[in-house]
């Protein structure tokens, strides 16, 4: 007999939600087949078997659950398994089929229907099996109920942001430096990469391979502390992005992002995008970040300021790029494209003096950015985005 646990999906929840059940009592399964499907605020994502096995559920669904948590049981004989359920005392099963056929709901999406009164039958005829938060959204939005009063309930990714938000400034002393960046020398970098490579680069591109290649030089702006005074030093820059697509903000990471060519960078947030506006990420596109890169890139936007998320020490923003005057000592006036470059930091592990090199040489970089390109040569991404 092996046990089904809840693993862990994420350093910032402490609860998920069980949505629903992919196999059956009695089925038998090999490893790496699917179980389950496990909603994390950040994602839902498919549990599958570590074993080979006969299944025996333990939890309906959906149902709340936390890591560690057992949810089902594997058995080596169908014997085996009839012999434990005929042990069982009072322990809890696995539901029948229910007599009406209504769709299972997210914690999420239950919560919202009850706030908005949004009947059974409603969520029936949406023809889902499984109806999350989103789901419900889309039915009020078509359907608005006369009479009643505007609200706005923050859907699972905002609360998520803002767990994260209040965490950070309860426990992070941050900091914060900026320098301006002209970025003409790189836009020409980005279309000329562009045309060559057939992907598309931007300053975003750019910046992400920028940050990819300084964790050598500067280990304490990607470590991960693991109480107040230690900090686990990286062995790779792993660089989170900002995705807002209008449905809440996600951070989807790019692995190793030193090893990656811009090709193949721009092809892995190409996906990045389109899962977030398909809702559709999964918890490994969310998870391992040690340095996080904040997109702010509307041209009225000046400055910004990012958060530490917990268990990072350092947020790169970049926001909108803007047309300046340089005026000469001859005073001959020059125009030339110019966008802020900031670093928040957590000022427990990694001081004003480090920060600020930090940030020249991201300057230097963007500055001077023909070896950016380098290892793209003449070919695109290979089938891993590297």
């Known amino acids: 007999m092996t046990d089904i646990e809840v693993p862990k999906f994420n350093s910032n929840d402490t609860a998920y939600v069980l949505v629903e059940w992919l196999a059956e009592d009695g089925q038998q399964l090999k490893e790496g087949d699917p179980v389950a499907v496990i909603e994390t605020s950040k994602a839902a994502d498919e549990l599958c078997c570590e074993h080979d ?11 709340d659950c936390a890591q560690g948590d057992v949810i089902a049981r594997l058995f080596a004989t169908e014997a085996d398994r009839q012999e434990f359920l005929a042990g069982r005392t009072g322990a809890p099963t696995a539901p029948d089929e229910p007599a009406e056929r209504l769709p299972t709901l997210t ?19 949406l023809g889902l099996k499984v109806v999350r938060e989103s789901d419900v959204r889309r039915l009020l939005s078509e359907a608005p109920q006369a009479g009643t009063a505007t609200t706005h309930t923050p859907n699972r990714v905002q609360r998520a942001v803002a767990a994260a938000v209040s965490r950070s400034h ?17 836009l020409a970098a980005a279309r000329e990469l562009s045309e060559r490579t057939g992907a598309l680069i ?10 990819g290649g300084l964790h050598g030089r500067f280990p304490l702006c990607y470590g991960t502390p693991t109480d ?22 996600s951070a989807p990471v790019v692995k190793d992002a030193g090893a990656r060519t811009l090709a193949g960078i721009s092809g892995l947030l190409m996906d990045y ?7 559709a990420f999964h918890t490994d596109d969310l998870d391992g970040a040690n340095i996080l890169l904040s997109l702010n890139g509307d041209e009225d936007v000046l400055l910004a300021q990012p958060i530490v998320f917990p268990g990072q020490t350092c947020a790169v923003s970049l926001a909108g790029v803007r047309r300046e005057a340089v005026f000469a000592d001859d005073g001959t006036v020059t125009p030339r494209s110019v966008a802020v470059v900031g670093l928040a930091y957590d000022h427990r592990f990694v001081n004003g003096s480090t920060a600020v090199e930090f940030l020249k040489a991201v300057k230097q970089a963007l500055e001077s950015p023909a070896a950016l390109g380098a290892r793209d040569g003449e070919a695109g991404p290979d089938a891993d985005g590297r």
């Open 107 to 125: 914690e999420p999406a239950r919560l919202l229907a009850a706030q908005h009164g949004v009947e059974p039958a409603a969520l029936a005829r």
């Open 170 to 186: 309860r426990e992070i002393p941050a900091a914060f430096t900026a320098v301006v960046v002209a970025v003409d020398p790189a």
């Open 273 to 279: 995008r389109i899962k977030a506006m398909r809702e």
């Open 53 to 63: 096995g006969i299944l025996q559920r333990l939890a309906a669904a959906p149902a």
């Open 202 to 211: 931007g300053l975003p591109e750019l910046i992400v391979a920028v940050l």
């Open 228 to 249: 107040e005074n230690t900090l686990l030093l990286p062995e790779a820059a792993h660089v989170g992005v900002t995705v807002d697509v209008g449905r809440g903000l």
